[in-house]
């Protein structure tokens, strides 16, 4: 069994044909999922994946990209969307300073309110970071070292410092698509120091689909392509990474019922 731990369900790309794709993914042996979902405002739609699939969870929070948009959300708001049994989690959420569609101070603060949900909750923070390594980091490290939290650097495609940080505060780290791209010798170099027992593969989808996929619409029945480098930059077979993985998501993500 293969677990997608982080997917975007309700995307244009995959929403209009899910069934089918969630029949794709069956017959792939991925039998659960996380759907990242899109915007803060959205928890509806996502729920109503959740309540049609009883093996898909959801999340709630503000993306880097929206931070802008969702100024206005405080902790409170994102507290009241954790009480529903199928949202498992803070995100994602996070830095993206290669786009930079919010402004920094921004994104900082909403970043901020996102950790705060994660301590007072209790669930994991699924966290995006791209070309912001440092205050990734830094954000992360202080505000653990004030209240402990739990979570994911989802999509790891950062530098090997993020990693390590990372998993010195018991972070998880996840392998998406990427890991399969040519040019990505350098990732796959740095999940050398990831622990078994930390590593979660994901799709992204649906964007980023791997080596053999490339130009088609990502989708979770890929994840399996990304699950085989992993297994053999970790030195271990398929079925392996196959039920490590799937045992780390539901450690990580343990309000979501273990599926069989």
């Known amino acids: 069994m293969l677990v997608d731990s982080h997917c975007h369900l309700s995307s244009d790309g995959l929403y209009h044909d899910l069934e089918n794709v969630i029949k794709r993914a069956d017959t792939a042996g991925v039998k659960a999922f996380l759907n990242a979902g899109a915007k803060f405002d959205e928890l509806n739609i996502q729920l109503e994946?959740?309540?049609?699939?009883?093996?898909?969870?959801t999340v709630t929070g503000v993306h880097p990209h929206d931070a802008a948009d969702y100024q206005h959300i405080t902790l409170e708001d994102v507290l009241k969307n954790t009480k529903h049994p199928k949202v498992v989690a803070i995100g994602e959420c996070g830095l993206d300073y290669f786009y930079d569609f919010a402004p920094r101070d921004v994104q900082i603060r909403t970043f901020k309110t996102m950790i705060s949900a994660a301590q007072e909750s209790g669930l994991p923070i699924i966290v995006h970071t791209r070309e912001a390594d440092d205050d990734t980091i830094e954000l992360l490290t202080n505000a653990y070292?004030?209240?402990?939290?739990?979570?994911?650097i989802?999509?790891?495609?950062?530098?090997?410092?993020?990693?390590?940080?990372?998993?010195?505060?018991?972070?998880?780290?996840?392998?998406?698509?990427?890991?399969?791209?040519?040019?990505?010798?350098?990732?796959?170099?740095?999940?050398?120091?990831?622990?078994?027992?930390?590593?979660?593969?994901?799709?992204d989808s649906p964007?980023?689909?791997?080596?053999?996929?490339?130009?088609?619409?990502?989708?979770?029945?890929?994840?399996?392509?990304?699950?085989?480098?992993?297994?053999?930059?970790?030195?271990?077979?398929?079925?392996?990474?196959?039920?490590?993985?799937?045992?780390?998501?539901f450690d990580l993500f343990d309000k979501a019922e273990v599926v069989k």
């Open 154 to 203: 989802h999509c790891y495609s950062s530098s090997l410092k993020v990693a390590v940080k990372a998993l010195e505060i018991g972070f998880y780290i996840s392998a998406s698509g990427i890991i399969t791209f040519k040019n990505s010798a350098d990732l796959r170099q740095n999940f050398a120091v990831v622990p078994l027992e930390k590593l979660l593969v994901e799709t």
């Open 49 to 57: 994946i959740s309540k049609r699939f009883e093996n898909i969870w």
């Open 207 to 249: 964007y980023l689909a791997p080596v053999p996929m490339r130009g088609k619409i990502n989708e979770p029945s890929f994840v399996t392509h990304t699950a085989k480098v992993l297994a053999s930059l970790k030195g271990v077979d398929f079925e392996k990474i196959s039920a490590i993985t799937s045992k780390n998501f």
């Open 145 to 152: 070292q004030k209240k402990p939290f739990k979570g994911v």
